[in-house]
């Protein structure tokens, strides 16, 4: 995704760029004691273009949980936006990677009902939820690739951002339509049954063409304070909804620029930050220790930011042309904190940790 308007993040926040390389690939960060997340070096996992089709451009990526049917628990799933020819948008393609340096990539699955596929989100027990924003559909899979269910139209409008919510007592996948700001809620009633709601409206979107598209996307649950939160692309925010789980249909309208929010349940809703670091930020993930981390469009940097509003630190995950980041997921790799994210600059999925 190449934006075309860079902004310049604030002096008051250190950034911090790529310093060099060594020969297996992992670039060398910046040293202890300038370094807020305390990451040294970004790690190659893989490519992760199609291997039949070339389908490229990497936009959602997941943890798989379990090992079921095509899927190893670990493996990263991710989906291709675009298709060989790089044409935004053109992507028909999901894939999963084993999360090991040198991996190869499988294919997961394809069609035409993944057109402009822009996110993935794993259950518990492994199904796969993919948003196809130009398709203009959501698609459930099985884990052996297999479709099991398929939501077109009302009240999906250009499906893009989405996650999966393990709420003890409605559990969920919640999605952003990209055409209209809305907020869905899949509730996950049984092994093969769901129902939708809209519970929340009127998030800022600027009905940008594939390539640039600004809306809700990047999303992640807290399960211990049944909390969503939201990277506003187009506004440059970060959003909370607390006791999101209780939020009926239509409990939310969001006004002012994604600062305002009404209805029965607005007051669930609040900005927890605004302005730089974020430059249209995408991704987004929760760190253990309870910090949010998202990556942003136009300049490629990853930012840390507490729930509490306090931006901690920004650290450059791609000197290349902006555009490079899209998605990330927060793991443990050895009892250390490590985030994998995808980088269509080259096509590859890595982590950057310790």
Same mark, same amino acid.
């Given at each position: 995704?190449?934006?075309?308007?860079?902004?310049?993040?604030?002096?008051?926040?250190?950034?911090?760029?790529?310093?060099?390389?060594?020969?297996?690939?992992?670039?060398?960060?910046?040293?202890?004691?300038?370094?807020?997340?305390?990451?040294?070096?970004i790690?190659?996992?893989?490519?992760?273009?199609?291997?039949?089709?070339?389908?490229?451009?990497?936009?959602?990526?997941?943890?798989?949980?379990?090992?079921?049917?095509?899927?190893?628990?670990?493996?990263?799933?991710?989906c291709?936006?675009?298709?060989?020819?790089?044409?935004?948008?053109?992507?028909?393609?999901?894939?999963?990677?084993?999360?090991?340096?040198?991996?190869?990539?499988?294919?997961?699955?394809?069609?035409?009902?993944?057109?402009?596929?822009?996110?993935?989100?794993?259950?518990?027990?492994?199904?796969?939820?993919?948003?196809?924003?130009?398709a203009?559909? *959501?698609v !459930?899979?099985?884990?052996?690739? @297999? %479709?099991? /269910? +398929?939501?077109?139209? $009302?009240?999906f409008?250009?499906?893009? #951002?989405?996650?999966?919510?393990?709420?003890?007592?409605?559990?969920?996948?919640?999605?952003?339509?990209?055409?209209?700001?809305?907020? *869905?809620? !899949?509730?996950?009633?049984?092994? @093969? %049954?769901? /129902? +939708?709601?809209?519970? $929340?409206?009127?998030?800022?979107f600027? #009905?940008?063409?594939?390539?640039?598209?600004?809306?809700?996307?990047?999303?992640?649950?807290?399960?211990?304070?049944?909390?969503?939160?939201?990277?506003?692309?187009?506004?440059?925010?970060?959003?909370?909804?607390?006791?999101?789980s209780?939020v009926?249909?239509?409990?939310?309208?969001?006004?002012?620029?994604?600062?305002?929010?009404?209805?029965?349940?607005?007051?669930?809703?609040?900005?927890?930050?605004?302005?730089?670091?974020?430059?249209?930020?995408?991704?987004?993930?929760?760190?253990?220790?309870?910090?949010?981390?998202?990556?942003?469009?136009?300049?490629?940097?990853?930012?840390?930011?507490?729930?509490?509003?306090?931006?901690?630190?920004?650290?450059?995950?791609?000197?290349?042309?902006?555009?490079?980041?899209?998605?990330?997921?927060?793991?443990?790799?050895?009892?250390?904190?490590?985030?994998?994210?995808?980088?269509?600059?080259?096509?590859?999925?890595?982590?950057?940790?310790?």
């Amino acid at each position: 995704m190449k934006a075309s308007v860079l902004r310049a993040v604030g002096a008051a926040v250190l950034i911090l760029g790529l310093v060099g390389c060594n020969g297996n690939g992992s670039v060398t960060l910046p040293p202890p004691g300038t370094n807020a997340f305390n990451f040294h070096t970004i790690t190659n996992i893989g490519s992760i273009v199609d291997p039949t089709n070339g389908d490229q451009n990497p936009y959602g990526l997941a943890l798989v949980p379990l090992t079921s049917g095509l899927l190893t628990a670990g493996d990263l799933m991710v989906c291709n936006f675009n298709n060989t020819a790089n044409v935004q948008g053109t992507g028909t393609t999901v894939e999963y990677i084993h999360a090991t340096p040198g991996s190869t990539v499988h294919r997961f699955a394809q069609g035409a009902s993944l057109l402009g596929c822009g996110s993935v989100a794993v259950l518990p027990d492994d199904r796969v939820s993919v948003t196809g924003k130009i398709a203009d559909d *959501v698609v !459930i899979f099985n884990s052996d690739g @297999s %479709t099991q /269910t +398929t939501f077109s139209g $009302a009240p999906f409008n250009g499906p893009w #951002g989405s996650t999966y919510a393990n709420s003890s007592t409605k559990p969920a996948i919640y999605v952003a339509n990209a055409n209209d700001g809305s907020l *869905v809620r !899949i509730n996950v009633t049984g092994p @093969s %049954t769901y /129902t +939708t709601e809209t519970i $929340a409206t009127g998030f800022s979107f600027n #009905g940008g063409a594939p390539g640039n598209i600004f809306a809700p996307y990047g999303m992640t649950y807290n399960p211990a304070n049944d909390t969503l939160y939201i990277a506003e692309t187009n506004s440059n925010k970060l959003i909370a909804i607390a006791n999101v789980s209780s939020v009926a249909a239509g409990g939310i309208t969001v006004s002012n620029n994604d600062a305002t929010f009404s209805g029965p349940s607005g007051s669930s809703a609040s900005v927890i930050f605004s302005g730089a670091p974020l430059n249209n930020p995408l991704g987004l993930t929760q760190l253990t220790n309870g910090d949010l981390v998202t990556v942003n469009s136009s300049d490629n940097l990853m930012s840390e930011i507490s729930t509490g509003g306090r931006s901690v630190g920004t650290l450059s995950l791609d000197s290349g042309p902006a555009g490079a980041l899209f998605s990330v997921v927060a793991a443990q790799s050895a009892g250390q904190q490590i985030v994998y994210f995808n980088d269509s600059n080259d096509g590859t999925v890595k982590f950057v940790g310790p």
